[in-house]
């Protein structure tokens, strides 16, 4: 329950960030740039059911290790 209002709360606080500070525009250039952006949140919100799952039935620091070391993978990749 708790991917679900972590989910629905960052849709509504950013809207309202969105509506206050800035013109709302969706991008409407053709292409693949809205499905990109679907698609970008539907992996996230995998990525955080999976991460939830895994800490619910794993050791949590066996999870962070894990965590951790994606993060080295980024930096090794980036740094290319």
Request: proline fraction near 2%; charge should be positive.
């Amino acid at each position: 329950m708790l991917l679900f209002y972590f989910s629905a709360i960052s849709i509504v606080e950013t809207s309202v960030i969105n509506a206050v500070f800035f013109q709302f525009r969706l991008p409407i250039n053709g292409g693949y740039t809205p499905y990109l952006i679907i698609l970008l949140g539907v992996c996230a919100f995998f990525g955080q059911l999976f991460l939830t799952k895994a800490v619910q039935l794993e050791e949590a620091g066996i999870v962070s290790v894990v965590r951790s070391s994606s993060e080295v993978q980024k930096f090794t990749l980036k740094n290319r």
